[in-house]
Nanobody, 125 residues
Framework: QVQLAESGGELVQAGDSLTLSCAAS????????TGWFRQAPGKEREFVAAISYSGSNTFYADSVKGRFAISRDNAKNRVYLQMNSLKPEDTDVYYCAADYLGSSRLSEPQKYEYWGQGTQFTVSS
């Protein structure tokens, strides 16, 4: 069992940077791949980025490639999403999710067993 809690959402300006954090509690978090997804009201959940459980592989949606970076610190049970050059269209509720021993198809939300409650941030133009 893994519990996830996102933090870091706030109001920022276009072009700013922001880091979201996903804190995990429970055993063996280092065995879980972690992904970030975002969702706007009335829309489907959209893949943003993911990192394999070993941390050796990262994956990004085309819309954020080159601007966002995902990383993990297994000693702290945390995964981070560093976001640069933010755009108004990045505004959403962001969720982190965990997939046991995940290493492939990490862009698919159905792969993940555990989800956080989400954190909202807004990018103003």
């Amino acid at each position: 069992q893994v519990q996830l809690a996102e933090s870091g959402g706030e109001l920022v300006q276009a072009g700013d940077s922001l880091t979201l954090s996903c804190a995990a509690s429970g055993r063996h978090f280092s065995f879980y791949a972690t992904g970030w997804f975002r969702q706007a009201p009335g829309k489907e959940r959209e893949f943003v980025a993911a990192i394999s459980y070993s941390g050796s592989n990262t994956f990004y949606a085309d819309s954020v490639k080159g601007r966002f970076a995902i990383s993990r610190d297994n000693a702290k049970n945390r995964v981070y999403l560093q976001m640069n050059s933010l755009k108004p269209e990045d505004t959403d509720v962001y969720y982190c999710a965990a997939d046991y021993l995940g290493s492939s198809r990490l862009s698919e939300p159905q792969k993940y067993e555990y989800w956080g409650q989400g954190t909202q941030f807004t990018v103003s133009s």
